[in-house]
């Protein structure tokens, strides 16, 4: 199922310069990438990789470095602008099961000493959520997609935030966005965070949702939902 369609032009990756930006070559020419994942990302930042930008007009940068290419000549999104922008598309067609016939109502919510990043309406009632990133692929068949690939302390306050609201009785949720073709389920990296693993773990028996879908960018801009829901297995189910 298509969610957005992105003016991409075809890039190759050269080399991560700090946090935020990347060298990246464009038809030949060496150009200034915007990159707003923080994870390390180091499996997809390979020099001489195949990737996928979007022009961006005014700023330090020329271009967004939205994906790399990975399975089957799919991109593998790393973009967390992107990723938001279709989860929110899939919200509003109706195409996350465990968010049936919900709306977001507010966006960045002040919780604490944090913000997350929803507020959702639902038939059911209010729901606290945070999204995360999970483009790191992992399992004997590389069918999990992982989060996080690098310790994580803004995680784990997140985390800790929405154990607290499931406590004082209010209705919580973390999901991750597996933005990578062909995984088919979700599972924390213990050695990229070990607290994060023992953080969702409890998260769940407080009585926080976690669930995650799966999403790929196609050569020709199209972001298309893959898996509305990846099987979420917690290091108690293994």
């Known amino acids: 199922m298509e969610l957005l369609k992105l003016n ?14 990347a060298l990246v070559e464009v038809g030949g020419d060496v150009r ?9 990302l180091e499996e997809f930042m390979i020099p001489g ?3 996928f930008c979007t022009p961006k007009n005014g700023g330090k940068t020329d271009f967004v470095l939205v994906a790399f290419e990975d399975l089957n000549g799919k991109g593998a999104i790393i973009d967390t602008r992107t990723q938001a922008r279709a989860f929110e598309r899939a919200v509003e067609l109706n195409l996350v099961p465990w968010l049936r016939d919900c709306r977001i109502k507010r966006k960045e919510v002040r919780v604490g000493n944090s913000r997350l990043d929803y507020l959702l309406e639902c038939p ?16 004997d068949k590389g069918e999990y997609a992982m989060y996080p690939d690098c310790p994580s302390v803004r995680g784990q306050r997140h985390i800790r935030e929405l154990i607290e609201l499931a406590r004082s009785g209010k209705r919580a949720m973390i999901f991750f ?3 990578m073709p062909g995984v088919e389920k979700f599972s924390p990296y213990e050695k990229g965070d070990p607290e994060i693993a023992r953080l969702l773990a409890e998260a769940r028996k ?22 509305p829901s990846l099987e979420v297995k917690l290091r108690e189910d293994f």
């Open 32 to 40: 200034k990438a915007l990159v707003t994942n923080t994870g390390r």
């Open 177 to 179: 966005i597996g933005a």
């Open 49 to 51: 990789r195949k990737a």
């Open 124 to 139: 059911s009632g209010e729901i606290y959520a945070e999204m995360k990133s999970a483009v790191l692929r992992g399992g």
């Open 206 to 227: 407080t009585g926080v949702e976690v669930h995650a879908l799966s999403i790929s960018l196609l050569p020709d801009g199209r972001v298309i939902l893959e898996r």
């Open 8 to 21: 991409v032009v075809p890039c190759r990756f050269i080399e991560r310069l700090n946090r935020f930006v």
